[in-house]
């Protein structure tokens, strides 16, 4: 099953829980709005070539849509098929990605709806120069389309901090300067203290207050963390710091592992000087296949969907799975480890923290008034305790796990909006 009809599956079961009107229920499905548009550029040979750009707003009930741009050669095209609603229809994997930032910033309570878009393209084979140009000419055919108060996009996978720079300035051709029309920002140009970090930090927090539910804390635990990227060091980093012992490391370029605990600085310094984990002095070389399975007492996938299905998830023996990824546990495989008592923290509120920290990005350029770190990460710190203590609430209100407690928060709370705004209206 793939996020898409995942993310479906479990809509319909919160919304089946909270008791919500069928045609309301069928309402929030549909997206607000998919655009598509041609962007043609000049290459840097003179060639002309068309790449097609889109964008998938979800919802707007509780604020403007939220969401990153991503950059990548599968999003052309199968991406943007257009749908009939007369029924229930399975949409692409962009719109299950635009409706899941919907109930993530929902479960955060930041005052955002959900969105998702970008370019069919490769990065990696267009200069500098060709990708200033290509997201120029997109911003030109959707600048009318984002706003402030519309829909503020964020980087994603092969996009960045220039990205959002490019885009900023576009915009303000046509509008003025508007900072707050895209986070992840260059700290120059109104990007956030903390910003790059928020998302891994807001994993260690969600995992404080998950722990301390069981009367644990991070010092003297074992981690086991898949995925070595921005968030997956960011998250070892800080676990690390704390106490907890990360035991064992994967990334695309293998995985290492030391059951004393891993020396997460010096593998930091090792991996930026050579680009992979391997030959690292201080573990040893392990199957990256078995990171999944390594005896630890927390698991934390921070890289790719579906890695726990029902293929491994019989052999995971962590005691608590920290969903840093988005959609890492397939059903089956939720099935399975929730039969065997691992307890699982879901993806829509452990990697909320990104989000979260782009909020307060959007806050601070509206105000004018920058913060600095130290408020950032208190700040992030209360908004993610206080979205897990809302999120046992539901759980106890109707007797559900953690992803359906997360769910059901969600979707009350963004139907209980577009009713108080006049949905028959």
Not at 136 to 141: D, H, L, M, N, S
Not at 201 to 209: I, L, M, S
Not at 275 to 282: I, T
């Amino acid at each position: 099953m793939n996020a898409l009809a995942a993310t479906n599956r479990n809509f319909r079961k919160a919304a089946r829980i909270l008791g919500i009107d069928s045609k309301i229920e069928k309402s929030l499905m549909i997206p607000f709005r998919e655009i598509k548009v041609e962007c043609t550029i000049p290459k840097d040979d003179g060639t002309l070539v068309s790449y097609v750009g889109f964008r998938v707003q979800h919802d707007n009930s509780r604020g403007p849509m939220k969401g990153g741009i991503r950059y990548h050669p599968e999003d052309a095209g199968s991406e943007m098929n257009t749908h009939s609603y007369n029924d229930y229809v399975e949409p692409d994997e962009v719109n299950a990605l635009a409706q899941l930032m919907t109930w993530k910033t929902a479960v955060a309570d930041i005052p955002y709806g959900g969105a998702k878009g970008g370019i069919g393209c490769s990065p990696k084979d267009l200069s500098f120069s060709e990708l200033e140009r290509l997201t120029r000419v997109f911003t030109q055919k959707i600048h009318d389309l984002i706003g402030v108060n519309t829909d503020v996009p964020a980087p994603d996978m092969g996009t960045n901090a220039q990205t959002m720079a490019w885009i900023l300035d576009e915009y303000s051709k046509f509008h003025g300067y508007s900072p707050a029309v895209v986070t992840g920002k260059p700290i120059d140009l109104g990007g956030s203290l903390g910003r790059d970090a928020a998302t891994g930090r807001g994993v260690v927090y969600a995992t404080e207050a998950l722990l301390a539910e069981h009367g644990k804390s991070v010092k003297g635990l074992t981690f086991a963390i898949q995925g070595f990227g921005n968030v997956g060091s960011w998250a070892a980093k800080l676990f690390h710091e704390r106490g907890g012992k990360v035991v064992a490391v994967s990334d695309i370029t293998g995985a290492v592992r030391n059951p004393n605990g891993i020396d997460i600085h010096a593998l930091l310094k090792h991996k930026e000087a050579t680009g992979k984990l391997a030959d690292f002095s201080g573990a040893d070389v392990m199957d990256s296949n078995d990171l999944l399975t390594q005896e630890c007492d927390v698991l934390v996938p921070c890289a790719l969907g579906g890695v726990l299905n029902r293929e491994n998830a019989g052999d995971v023996r962590a005691k608590f799975v920290i969903e840093a990824a988005n959609h890492p546990t397939d059903p089956d495989a939720d099935e399975i480890l929730s039969k065997k008592g691992v307890v699982i923290l879901p993806d829509i509120y452990a990697n909320a923290g990104g989000v979260t920290v782009s909020y307060f990005e959007w806050v601070q350029n509206i105000q004018g008034f920058m913060w600095d770190e130290d408020k950032v990460n208190a700040e992030l710190k209360r908004y993610m305790t206080k979205a897990f203590h809302n999120i046992k609430g539901m759980c106890q209100s109707h007797d559900c796990n953690l992803r359906m407690g997360a769910f059901t928060l969600g979707v009350n709370r963004v139907a209980r909006a577009t009713l108080l705004r006049g949905w028959e209206a």
